[in-house]
């Protein structure tokens, strides 16, 4: 797919996000509007995985640390086939499988995650894994910025560099917003590329909703011997006017109305398309 | 002056133990570091992993045989446990060791979520638990962790009194498709006689009678079994046994001491509030079986300082303070 039908692709993606937040009641929104391109290209372009794939010893591992935006997770792995698009409709509903944080229970989810700090340890362990099986398989993790502040990232910051994981990617969805407001004034984590060089990494910084740059950054050949950090500079919000950078949208669930107005903007960009 | 180093055994204890024939094992860590580098020199996807613990854990002679199959992670117990679910999750059968002071407390929540709720077949050892480490204090204490990990659902709770149940504790958790937590202390450990061999969530019957039943754990084991034999002297027959899974709780074994026996005494190395004794106590209780019961463990109170063999005196974990525990009990059945 090319980069304009992979756009085209997002923009269907956002209303089904939207769909299925508004159908469950609850969700994070701004957040899953955020990392949901640069799951699009992980999905589309990135991960060697697939439903056919997916129990293969081999496959790329993707574990998403900021479990809370599963939303923007569900719908990706459903349209690339993981598991039927009405399943979307029992999102957080009484005994469905789909909980609002993600779950193995779910095809195309290797661990359940939703507490912040544990998608990158996580991910070390399976790196180290595959280096142990000289196995060809990468490992990628998806943090969100005020997730930073969980000192368990740092402890696995060193052990990624220590053990020299090039087979190891951390994506930051840095959309410099959480749920008390701007990530600067909740705590810090300027200056985060240097903190990631410093910690022995590799940086990437790139526009995480630019699909040329973030396909490059996630698939041009690591550093060798370095653990590569991709900062994903996002919108939280993104692709909805009033959502856009509004701290309230964290786990914000439209109204009716604004379920409208946010799909009538979508819309509106489709038919532009 | 320096202080007398204080003594498990009282010279009576150890002339009984003697009688009984019983003989002297080795510290239980020893014996889970020897099974499993012969378990892990059979199969290469048996790794552990350390947190700057592979010399508490017995483990240098595992990482010089095996450096491939030895993760280092330094002081970093939330990593230890992130990682160890992590490399479970892909194909290893991975051992995440650590002391139980800081393996149950501040990773307790990477065990609930990575390991437990991830549903990998992980196993974490707990070395230097209970009060092993004697007059460190409470922070080097675990006497929480046997209530923290029964309250999660989904892992299986071992703790061996000897190194036979050690031994088998280790192979059953190779294998285990699920999550484990396995307990040590740093004693040397006495050979317990026992009738059947170890079966995973059966008690042991290490003593039979039918007068007062010690359902014990761990390291008290063998205090238990001195106090049997000591009350046997006086005319009354206990039965031991060793309670090693205590998650799954061997249910029937406690109901059938409740049955058999006239008072229950449980012993534990570990806090009375939510290990052993509550856990058979909500099994008699839902049974509708009322017997004179107590609780033998660490009092709910900033514990004494002293080594293990001084605390376990102080709360009366030992054959004497068992033997007196029991007298009293049988005054009430």
Redesign the interface.
């Known amino acids: 797919m090319t980069d304009r039908e992979l756009e085209i692709k997002a923009i269907g993606l956002r209303k089904r996000l939207l769909g299925v937040i508004v159908g469950a009641g609850a969700g994070h929104t701004g957040g899953g509007l955020s990392c949901l391109d640069i799951l699009n290209v992980l999905y589309n372009r990135v991960l060697k995985v697939s439903p056919e794939t997916f129990t293969d010893?081999h496959r790329d591992?993707y574990v998403q640390s900021k479990g809370h935006c599963v939303e923007a997770l569900y719908t990706v792995l459903s349209d690339r086939g993981f598991f039927p698009p009405s399943d979307l409709e029992t999102v957080c509903h009484y005994q469905s499988h789909y909980v609002g944080h993600p779950?193995?229970h779910i095809p195309g989810i290797?661990?359940?995650?939703?507490?912040l700090?544990?998608g990158?340890?996580?991910?070390?362990?399976?790196?180290?894994?595959?280096k142990?099986?000289r196995a060809p398989y990468r490992v990628f993790t998806l943090l969100g910025d005020g997730e930073l502040a969980e000192?368990?990232n740092w402890?696995?910051a060193?052990?990624g560099a220590?053990?020299q994981l090039d087979n190891l990617v951390a994506i930051l969805d840095h959309n410099r917003l959480q749920i008390t407001g701007p990530t600067k004034e909740v705590m810090s984590t300027a200056p985060l590329a240097e903190k990631w060089q410093a910690f022995g990494w590799d940086v990437r910084e790139v526009d995480g909703h630019d699909y040329t740059e973030l396909t490059e950054a996630l698939t041009n050949a690591p550093a060798a011997g370095k653990p590569l950090v991709v900062i994903a500079n996002t919108v939280k919000g993104k692709g909805v006017s009033f959502m856009e950078n509004v701290p309230k949208w964290h786990h914000g669930v439209p109204s009716s109305e604004e379920y409208e107005q946010a799909l009538a903007e979508l819309n509106q960009l489709e038919g532009a398309a | 002056m320096s202080a007398p180093a204080p003594t498990m055994f009282t010279p009576e204890a150890k002339a009984l133990m003697e009688s009984l024939g019983l003989t002297q094992g080795r510290p239980n860590l020893e014996v889970f570091s020897e099974t499993l580098l012969e378990l892990a020199q059979d199969d290469p996807n048996v790794v552990v992993v350390t947190s700057d613990s592979r010399g508490s854990g017995k483990l240098v002679p595992f990482g010089n045989a095996l450096p491939q199959q030895i993760v280092e992670v330094g002081i970093a117990e939330q990593n230890l446990v992130g990682i160890t679910a992590g490399l479970a999750a892909c194909g290893k059968k991975a051992f995440g060791v650590s002391p139980g002071c800081f393996l149950t407390a501040r990773s307790l929540e990477q065990i609930k979520n990575d390991v437990c709720y991830s549903d990998v077949p992980a196993t974490l050892i707990g070395i230097s638990s209970g009060v092993s480490y004697g007059a460190l204090g409470s922070t080097h204490h675990s006497l929480h962790d046997l209530a923290v990990l029964r309250a999660l659902n989904n892992i299986t709770i071992i703790v061996p009194a000897d190194n036979t149940e050690t031994r088998e504790a280790i192979r059953v958790a190779s294998t285990a498709p699920s999550p484990m937590f396995v307990r040590f202390g740093k004693a040397a450990m006495v050979d317990l006689p026992r009738e059947k061999s170890f079966e995973l969530g059966k008690a042991s019957v290490i003593r039979e009678g039918t007068d007062v039943a010690f359902l014990a754990t761990g390291e008290t084991v063998i205090h238990a079994l001195l106090a049997a034999a000591q009350l046997e002297g006086e005319g009354i027959f206990s039965r031991v046994l060793s309670m090693h899974t205590i998650k799954p709780l061997d249910a029937e074994a406690i109901l059938r001491a409740a049955r058999d026996c006239r008072a229950i005494v449980t012993v534990e190395e570990h806090l009375v509030h939510g290990g052993l004794g509550e856990a058979c106590a909500s099994v008699l209780m839902h049974a509708g079986m009322a017997k004179p019961f107590r609780i033998v463990g660490i009092a709910d109170e900033e514990t004494v300082t002293g080594a293990q063999a001084d605390i376990f005196r102080h709360y009366g974990i030992s054959m004497e303070g068992l033997t007196e525990t029991a007298r009293a009990l049988l005054v009430q059945a």
């Open positions: 010893l591992r779950t193995r290797e661990m359940n995650t939703g507490a700090g544990h990158l340890p996580i991910c070390i362990g399976m790196a180290l894994a595959g142990m099986d000192g368990s402890e696995a060193l052990a220590h053990y």
